[in-house]
């Protein structure tokens, strides 16, 4: 695998090292002893798959709150993806950046995102589907999500989104905290 660092610290796009033969193409995705020489993430005990049906859907941003803020390990198996993931530690050297990585079921790429961050996608085809590995359980109490189109991000999607649901579209605009706060 090759982690291609991003705008966000401890954030990566990760490109798979395929070996094909006659018979096919085999590749690892995931190797906690890799991940943990980098200090990511190494269990995931939620798994999940999104599916969006139609291009220009937008899904995000999305987090959960401390103490069970999540690390994502996002890879999309079918279709085309704009994901995002935005920085909202404030104790980090990125925080209020953002980082985007195209993922698609053809370049079997993956993004991993650091806890801590919210995540969204813009689909770029019909018919997407993605995996998702979660470093922490899922608590309804703790999930939250910021607008998508805030300003304090300017986060430059490929388009304007054609459809958005009502929950991701009154997303409240994000108040920053002080630099350092909560590190």
Same mark, same amino acid.
Request: aromatic share 12%; glycine share 6%.
């Given at each position: 695998?090759?982690?291609?660092? #991003?705008? &966000? ?9 395929? !070996?094909?033969?006659? /018979?096919?193409?085999?590749?690892? =995705?995931?190797? @906690?002893?890799?991940?943990?020489? !980098? ?17 220009? =859907? ?7 709150? @401390? ?9 999309? #198996? ?9 920085? +909202? !530690?404030?104790?980090? /050297?990125?925080? +209020? /950046?953002? @980082? ?12 991993? &995102? ?10 770029? #085809? ?40 009502? !929950?991701? @579209? #009154?997303?409240?605009?994000? &108040?920053? +905290? ?6």
């Amino acid at each position: 695998m090759k982690f291609n660092p #991003t705008a &966000i610290a401890d954030a990566f796009e990760i490109e798979i090292s395929a !070996r094909s033969d006659e /018979r096919g193409m085999f590749a690892r =995705t995931f190797c @906690a002893e890799t991940f943990a020489a !980098r200090g990511l993430a190494t269990v995931y005990p939620h798994c999940n798959i999104s599916h969006t049906s139609k291009r220009g =859907t937008l899904r995000g941003m999305h987090y959960q709150e @401390a103490p069970k803020q999540d690390a994502k390990l996002v890879r999309a #198996t079918r279709g085309a993806v704009f994901d995002v993931a935005l920085d +909202l !530690r404030p104790g980090s /050297r990125t925080y +209020l /950046r953002w @980082a985007a990585v195209e993922l698609s079921a053809e370049k079997r790429n993956a993004f991993y &995102i650091p806890a801590g961050c919210a995540h969204g996608f813009l689909s770029l #085809t019909d018919d997407c589907e993605l995996f998702y590995q979660i470093s922490e359980a899922y608590d309804a109490a703790l999930d939250r999500g910021v607008a998508y189109d805030d300003p304090a991000f300017s986060i430059e999607w490929p388009f304007a989104p054609t459809f958005i649901s009502e !929950r991701d @579209a #009154t997303h409240a605009r994000y &108040i920053p +905290l002080p630099r350092n706060a909560g590190s």
